[in-house]
């Protein structure tokens, strides 16, 4: 085990500028060499910042968040004049204040100072440098620029007035070695400054690649990320094979004279203790956007209940104080349930929100979709006019939507017309300001085919030889080249004998994964209570517009509300569809209220004349409409949810059943009103749900954690799960031990497959 040292750089993959670097092997081998601490630090961005966080966590490895920024040393971060140089400046956060400093600085750097690299200058960072550790970088520190030049006093002048942003216990020298010659000259100045002014100065390393012999794909991977080839003599390459992850051992042999250099790594260590909050998922740890309810109502539930109630005499034709029948009593004790565990799990605000924006839509002639996802099981959305499809009528569950025995943020994705969706952010902008709304990155990733295109290029490899290549790699899209080679012995063969391919193999499973470059997410948009400026890092796109710097997963764990404004053209179809009926036969269709038995539309799917509808349109799909005939929208729902790997094996049996040619059987009697409508098949998640509700007096929220985790497929989970079912089936229906065992067998062989009815079943309505 190495003697206790901290890697103070470390650039990772997510750099997107050149690391090629995936986090959780470096922290293994971090762990390997008995490292007790970490740090990130890639150039300009903290794209990877909660992913290294959790890795290190996760190998009780203390995580120190940090960044390269890019730093201007006289001028304004407005300047725009490409001859001013910018410097490289380490910046390491002691505590939460210095994080969320951290986290503005970027921001300022890409929202405000960004010509070429996101830059500050140092205004910004006097103005956040609290909670901050400096440290004066590599070659490219302004310190350093001025030791190289052999200009001493210039750089003890920079190196104080670093010392007074920081305050001079933050700010400290580096030393460096990566068999430049310039960093021989730039560590003689460094030891002088540190006479000179009392400066400490620590040992780093520049971490670009795992292992040595990295070296030469890391050059391929900034080929890519530059759009070069490797025999261009111009292109961006680094000096030595030395930017790796090493031990102290070899970090010792360069500096045998700084002994107290090397632990000084540890003592800056324990000054950086960032601890990250997550969203637990509860509403007190998240940053949702606050509804201001209209005067004359309290508080949100009050308003909340009061639109709800019109939704319900509007829908139902009822009066929600005075219901008459059973029917309409269940409905009413349904709507109160649901608010019940909406203001119990602190989600009346979400709803108001949601509802406010698609009613706006609706309103301003923005297409919304009838819903989407889970949400559509819920009565209280239908009643807000978020869904428009009524959860009774299609025995959908709100606890697949909203589970109370498992708190999570209510998610509403939603469907607008791809060619309007804009005007919907828009209002949303303005509504709760700008600076509180952004779009979030995504990160294109170097895939089995893709790394194989992109090393080809880079190497000058024909585009012909490259295509043949791909060609023997599965279509899969989780389909790696490991698993390539297994699943087609030819591909294998190749990789062995193709001298073309065996060049790019020796860098392709280097770079297998890594990120190429950053994209906004097509429809993902996040609202926050306070400006995002305090509360995650932002860049902008390629219009200048916000975008968060970390992905869906790690802004939903930050707490940030995240809404999918999905793009849907066949609702841009339909409505077209319906102002050329107002134009040539003056008359107004309303798409809601188009019945669901229309006998035309039927005879329609029935020939399979389906071309340009909604899901049915592609050849597989139109054949199962010719053998199944349908005759119902259920029918069409649960096509809808078959019509994918691994279920559609099933649609043989489906549509023989329909037909009386093949028998419907049931494990239990109780099990054919919940599987009568779909011949005995278990097709839908839900159904699971009220499988083990009516079978093992579960509720229907512990039945969702049971389809969960029937999903999930974890033998220690499953048997633990099954232990349980096959109890609850004795107590509840006598139903035997053994033949409880067996029919939980089968749910659990269906459960596999089984598909959101909710989603379904308004994908069903679109079409």
């Not at 500096?255 to 950086?272: H, K, M, S, V, Y």
Request: aromatic share 8%.
């Amino acid at each position: 085990m190495s003697k206790p040292f901290v890697h103070l750089h470390l650039h990772t993959k997510y750099s997107l500028l050149d690391g090629a670097c995936h986090i959780k092997p470096l922290v293994h081998r971090a762990k390997e060499l008995g490292m007790t601490a970490l740090a990130i630090t890639d150039h300009g961005v903290m794209y990877g910042a909660i992913d290294f966080y959790k890795a290190c966590r996760a190998e009780e490895i203390k995580p120190i968040i940090g960044c390269e920024v890019y730093i201007l040393a006289k001028e304004h971060r407005s300047n725009r004049d490409h001859s001013v140089p910018y410097h490289h400046l380490v910046l390491l956060a002691k505590n939460e204040e210095g994080y969320l400093n951290l986290a503005q600085i970027n921001t300022i750097a890409h929202m405000e100072g960004f010509y070429y690299k996101p830059r500050i200058d140092k205004e910004t960072l006097r103005a956040h440098s609290a909670g901050l550790i400096g440290l004066a970088a590599c070659l490219q520190g302004e310190v350093n620029v001025h030791l190289r030049e052999r200009h001493l006093d210039e750089a003890e002048k920079v190196a104080r007035e670093y010392m007074d942003i920081f305050g001079p216990d933050n700010f400290y020298l580096e030393l460096q070695d990566h068999g430049i010659p310039e960093q021989k000259i730039v560590n003689e100045g460094v030891h002088e400054l540190c006479k000179r002014t009392g400066l400490k100065a620590v040992v780093t390393n520049d971490v670009h690649y795992l292992h040595q012999s990295h070296a030469e794909a890391h050059e391929v991977m900034l080929c890519i990320q530059t759009q070069t080839v490797m025999s261009d003599p111009k292109r961006m390459r680094y000096a030595t094979s030395e930017f790796y992850f090493k031990s102290r051992e070899e970090l010792e042999k360069l500096f045998p004279d700084d002994p107290g250099a090397f632990d000084l790594t540890q003592e800056i260590a324990d000054r950086c203790n960032v601890t990250l909050t997550f969203s637990t998922g509860k509403a007190e740890s998240l940053h949702f956007p606050t509804f201001q309810v209209p005067e004359g109502f309290p508080d949100g539930r009050s308003y909340l209940i009061h639109l709800g109630k019109e939704g319900l005499k509007r829908h139902y034709g009822f009066d929600y104080d005075h219901p008459q029948t059973e029917d309409q009593k269940k409905l009413v004790e349904r709507f109160d349930y649901e608010v019940g565990i909406i203001q119990k799990t602190g989600f009346v605000n979400y709803f108001l929100v949601v509802s406010d924006f698609v009613k706006w839509s609706r309103s301003h002639g923005v297409p919304v979709g009838p819903g989407r996802g889970s949400g559509a099981g819920s009565l209280l959305a239908y009643s807000l006019d978020i869904t428009q499809l009524d959860p009774i009528r299609f025995d959908l569950i709100f606890e697949r939507f909203l589970n109370p025995e498992r708190i999570s943020p209510p998610d509403f994705d939603i469907d607008f017309c791809q060619a309007r969706r804009e005007r919907t952010i828009e209002y949303v902008k303005q509504k709760y300001g700008k600076d509180r709304v952004a779009q979030i990155v995504t990160f294109g990733q170097l895939g089995a085919k893709t790394v194989i295109r992109d090393i080809a290029r880079v190497l000058e490899i024909p585009l012909n030889k490259s295509a043949e290549f791909c060609k023997m790699i599965p279509e899969d899209p989780k389909i790696t080249l490991a698993k390539a080679k297994t699943e087609n012995p030819q591909f294998a063969a190749a990789c062995n004998v193709d001298p073309d391919l065996r060049r790019i193999m020796q860098y392709a499973e280097v770079l297998e994964g890594l990120y190429r470059g950053t994209g906004v997410h097509a429809a993902g948009v996040v609202i926050g209570d306070k400006p995002l400026i305090d509360l995650v890092p932002l860049a902008r796109d390629k219009d200048g517009s916000p975008v968060t710097q970390y992905a869906k997963e790690p802004v939903e764990e930050c707490g940030l509300l995240k809404m999918d404004f999905l793009g849907l053209k066949t609702l841009t179809v339909l409505q077209e569809a319906v102002d050329l009926v107002k134009l040539v036969h003056n008359e107004d269709v309303v798409l809601e209220k188009l019945p669901l038995d229309d006998p035309k539309t039927f005879d329609l799917f029935q020939r399979a004349d389906t071309v340009g509808v909604f899901q049915l349109e592609s050849g597989g799909m139109r054949r199962i409409l010719t053998d199944l005939h349908p005759t119902c929208i259920e029918e069409i729902i649960a096509i809808l949810a078959l019509y994918r790997p691994g279920p559609m094996d099933m649609i043989p049996s489906f549509v023989k059943r329909k037909k009386g040619q093949e028998k419907i059987a049931y494990d239990h009697p109780k099990l054919e009103p919940i599987l009568k409508e779909t011949y005995g098949i278990m097709v839908y998640q839900e159904q699971v749900q009220r499988a083990a509700q009516a079978l093992a007096g579960y509720s229907l929220g512990k039945a969702d954690m049971l389809r969960r985790a029937m999903g999930k497929k974890k033998i220690e989970v499953m048997i633990k799960e099954r232990a349980g079912f096959v109890e609850g089936c004795m107590k509840t229906n006598n139903i035997p031990a053994d033949r409880a065992g067996q029919i939980f067998d089968n749910i659990e062989k269906f459960a596999g497959y089984g598909f959101n009815k909710s989603h379904a079943a308004a994908y069903g309505i679109v079409t």
